[in-house]
């Protein structure tokens, strides 16, 4: 039973070795200290003492209470907290996923509990026995993932062949495979683009292009004001499905189902929405006689491509402006200390040969130069030091 580790306790490892009169400046040559401590002790670290050095634990051999057999490289990779322990070489209980999925197994320990977590976490001891590959947990890997290919081929086999592995899953908890058709992963994952579908068995288009669609979007003013009660219609028209040019077949697709409408569904209510004319194109077209008869029907008219237009020159706008005033800032630096004062590998000084240039700030040293060469104009009141009474 693996040793409760509070924020505070050390890891067993560590209580053994300073139970031996090992010190945190005196330490034996297999274990390291990490560095992630937060305190004046050393050993105050997120391993809670003393770690096992990499060539070590790669040397270390563990156990499942079933007899598998587990190489300790296999914990070089970091360790699970869960239920107050920290489950760790250091403790004598390292995890692996249990290649037998069990639903129940006394062998591990009670900690796990029930549910889907009995079945996928083991934990291990270390073990004085050499390893043997044929009762080792690799071996128990390898026969599983075998099996769970067996199935796989036996399951297109069932199908016809028109089986897409982006769309199928292996259910761990029950053993089986199934399918089920998502055309948003087919558009961001699909590996047959200009090739032949696994599942259609059909050409799947190298042309690409996107689900366009209008937005209608009734509302009714609450504003308080002469106007309260009036319905405000607009249309946002052009509105895309994907934010990238995907393949036109599987536009296709999509347009064909419910997608657009399950998409938007998801998204805030802005009042009565309704989704008008779904088309598959390889660029946004418009038909501005119909916009003109919207606009007259008191419709308001928003391209969506606009928007982002529109978007897009704002925030350039903007970074312009605070670009301009960041070389603004560093001008008048520049004029108060010169650029020799700017320190030679600062930021500003980077940022001084970056944005302005060697032209530019020969010039601003001149004209802080010549300042500092004016005469001083003294008023009547600095020869009378300034006392008038």
């Not at 190298?206 to 308080?224: A, E, H, P």
């Not at 590998?345 to 500092?372: P, T």
Request: net charge neutral; aromatic share 8%; proline share 4%.
């Amino acid at each position: 039973m693996p040793g409760i580790v509070m924020p505070m306790e050390y890891n067993l490892l560590t209580q053994r070795l300073l139970a031996a009169g090992y010190t945190a400046e005196h330490y034996p040559d297999y274990v390291r200290i990490p560095s992630s401590r937060w305190g004046n002790d050393p050993l105050q670290n997120l391993s809670h003492g003393f770690e096992f050095t990499p060539d070590y634990l790669k040397s270390m051999v563990f156990k499942t209470g079933c007899g598998l057999y587990v190489k300790g490289s296999e914990f070089c990779h970091g360790d699970m907290s869960y239920m107050g322990v920290l489950w760790s070489p250091e403790n004598d209980c390292p995890t692996i996923c249990c290649p037998h999925r069990k639903h129940e197994c006394d062998l591990r320990s009670p900690l796990f509990g029930d549910g889907r977590a009995t079945a996928y976490h083991c934990d291990c001891h270390v073990t004085e026995d050499p390893y043997d590959y044929a009762m080792s947990v690799d071996k128990a890997y390898q026969d599983y993932n075998a099996k769970v290919k067996q199935q796989y081929d036996d399951f297109c086999r069932k199908k016809g062949g028109h089986v897409c592995r982006i769309h199928a899953h292996y259910d761990d908890w029950d053993g089986k495979w199934s399918q089920n058709y998502n055309v948003l992963s087919c558009a961001h994952h699909c590996p047959h683009v200009g090739d032949m579908c696994d599942l259609t068995h059909t050409p799947v288009s190298r042309k690409k292009g996107n689900v366009f669609y209008d937005k209608k979007i009734t509302q009714i003013r609450n504003d308080g004001t002469l106007f309260n009660g009036e319905k405000i219609v607009k249309i946002i028209k052009g509105v895309r499905l994907f934010e990238s040019a995907k393949s036109l077949t599987i536009c296709e697709r999509a347009a064909k189902q419910s997608i657009v409408e399950e998409q938007e569904s998801h998204c805030r209510r802005e009042g009565q929405v309704e989704i008008l004319n779904i088309r598959v194109e390889q660029r946004e077209s418009r038909d501005l006689m119909q916009d003109l008869q919207d606009i007259r029907d008191g419709i308001e008219v928003i391209h969506e491509s606009d928007l982002k237009k529109q978007a897009k020159q704002q925030k350039r706008e903007r970074r312009q402006q605070n670009q301009e005033k960041k070389i603004k800032k560093l001008e008048k630096k520049i004029m108060e200390v010169g650029f020799s004062g700017l320190g030679e590998n600062s930021l500003d000084r980077r940022h001084a040969m970056k944005w302005l240039g060697n032209d530019r700030i020969k010039e601003l040293e001149a004209i802080r130069k010549e300042r500092r060469n004016d005469p001083v104009q003294m008023s009547i009141f600095d020869f009378i030091g300034g006392d008038i009474s």
